[in-house]
């Protein structure tokens, strides 16, 4: 098992996030009714072609619901996850009427082409992906509503700046704005919470190549995963969740995020947008966790320097919040969505 990524100008406060639920509301007449649709016959599925420098090769998609406007598109962390832990909204979409494409995943992931050329992981070339999706979906301002979760949020927050004009919302979840603040704040806050003879330990094997070795996972689960990944025992963790990390493309993640679990180290090292966040003018929601590897105060710090932001912090959650703070979570992200559709934002 890996994380998904050990690896915004009126800011609107939501107490710890459950003060303020989504409301209720019926299904949309039709939510369900795919006739018409050209992904009739595969029950939502579709292989979209995506041109690459590399050639043409495909990705896989599904469609759950019908929505003219409130589609969210899904971005996996990783890099090289897969869509597979998404299928918690499954929950929650359908009886808010959100059309949503859970069932992405990227290039070289799962169910999509994994060609096997180091020069196809690069972060402009995964933006260029996102927009093909999208025009091969339909999606637009009126009714395109980006959610990028972790090395997802990397990859949402680049779209963002270079693609806004076709969103409507985008929600940065669970990562910050900046590589190197994410590395700082794992080692000046995460890593002295440690257990420090396991710290020692972990410390002693990534130095010598050995983060392949079973003892690296069995410290790091304890003293790491079920502190600040995924806040309940590993045995009790859901099945979504454990296919998505048996599933992960090392073959990317390790090159673009690094061998380390306590850092990143790999392409993305000196990745950081914080003096471009004034530009995206979209509404944005951040979601935030206290107990995350993504420092909160971080979080909402972005949620301020967009334009049009709102923050919303999980007081209970992880960096898979959506699991471990669950409804609060969900219920954020379906409010925002709602008031962004209603002209309240």
Not at 52 to 72: D, L, Q
Not at 97 to 103: Q, S, V
Not at 137 to 163: Q, T, V
Not at 295 to 307: F, R, Y
């Amino acid at each position: 098992m890996r994380p998904l990524l050990v690896l915004t100008a009126c800011l609107i406060w939501l107490p710890a996030c459950g003060d303020r639920p989504a409301e209720p509301a019926e299904t949309a007449p039709g939510y369900l009714d795919s006739a018409g649709r050209t992904d009739l016959l595969s029950g939502g599925v579709r292989m979209i072609p995506i041109r690459t420098p590399k050639g043409e090769f495909r990705v896989w998609t599904k469609r759950v619901g019908n929505s003219a406007t409130m589609k969210v598109l899904l971005l996996h962390g990783g890099p090289a996850a897969t869509h597979e832990y998404f299928e918690a909204f499954d929950s929650y979409f359908p009886a808010a009427g959100i059309e949503y494409y859970y069932y992405y995943d990227q290039l070289g992931s799962a169910y999509s082409d994994q060609p096997n050329d180091p020069e196809l992981w690069d972060l402009p070339r995964f933006v260029d992906e996102v927009e093909q999706v999208r025009q091969a979906l339909g999606l637009n301002r009126d009714n395109f509503y980006l959610l990028g979760h972790s090395w997802g949020g990397i990859l949402a927050i680049e779209y963002a700046l270079k693609y806004q004009q076709h969103l409507k919302g985008l929600i940065i979840s669970n990562m910050m704005a900046s590589i190197p603040a994410y590395n700082d704040y794992a080692r000046t806050v995460l890593m002295p919470a440690m257990d420090q003879t396991a710290l020692a330990e972990i410390k002693r094997l990534e130095a010598t190549g050995k983060t392949e070795d079973p003892r690296y996972m069995e410290l790091l689960i304890p003293h790491h995963y079920e502190q600040h990944i995924l806040r309940m025992p590993a045995a009790d963790w859901p099945n979504p969740v454990n296919r998505a990390f048996q599933h992960l493309n090392r073959a990317i993640y390790v090159p673009m995020q690094g061998p380390s679990e306590l850092g990143a180290s790999g392409k993305l090292v000196n990745w950081d947008r914080t003096s471009d966040l004034e530009k995206i003018a979209v509404p944005t929601l951040v979601i935030g966790a206290r107990h995350d590897t993504m420092d909160p105060a971080h979080m909402e710090m972005i949620a301020g320097k967009v334009q049009r932001g709102r923050y919303l912090f999980c007081p209970n959650g992880s960096h898979l919040a959506m699991y471990d703070d669950q409804k609060v979570y969900v219920d954020g992200v379906i409010q925002f969505a709602r008031d962004v559709d209603a002209g309240r934002f």
